[in-house]
Nanobody, 127 residues
C-alpha cells in the first residue's frame, strides 16, 4: 500500500522560507502526477503545485507562482515544495497526493483523482 508522509512544516515570519518534503513508501510505475494541496481554516482545499512523472513538467497556482518551486528526487521517492517569500495567506495545512493521471491540461487540480494523500504538515506564517 503506497503511503505518503509529509514533513518540513513549521512557523516562520512573513518573507521567510520553508521546504516541505513528501516521502513515498514505495515506487509505483502507475503514478504520473504528484501534487501539493493546502487547506486553510474555514476554506476549501486548493491546489498549490504539481509535477509530472515523465517530463517533470511543473504546474502552479497563480497565488504561488514565482515563490514556490516543486521538484522531485526519484531516487529517494521524494517530492519537495520549496516555498519562499512566504505570506500570512500561505498559512494552511499542506498535503501531498499522488495520481495515476497526468498533471497537464488542468487535471492536476482534480482532487478526486488523487489517491493516496498524506496526513499533512502545518505551515504557519506570521506577519
Amino acid at each position: 500500500l503506497l503511503q505518503l508522509v509529509e514533513s518540513g512544516g513549521g512557523s516562520v515570519q512573513a518573507g521567510g522560507s520553508l521546504t516541505l518534503s513528501c516521502a513515498a513508501s514505495e515506487y509505483r510505475d502507475n503514478i504520473n502526477c504528484m501534487a501539493w494541496f493546502r487547506q486553510a481554516p474555514g476554506k476549501e482545499r486548493e491546489g498549490v503545485a504539481a509535477i509530472s512523472d515523465g517530463d517533470r513538467g511543473t504546474y502552479y497556482a497563480d497565488a504561488v507562482k514565482g515563490r514556490f518551486t516543486i521538484s522531485r528526487d526519484s531516487r529517494i521517492l521524494t517530492v519537495y515544495l520549496q516555498m519562499s517569500d512566504l505570506k500570512p495567506e500561505d498559512t494552511a495545512m499542506y498535503y501531498c497526493a499522488a495520481s495515476q493521471y497526468y498533471c497537464g491540461g488542468g487535471y492536476w487540480l482534480r482532487q478526486g483523482d488523487f489517491q493516496p494523500w498524506g496526513q499533512g504538515t502545518q505551515v504557519t506564517i506570521s506577519s
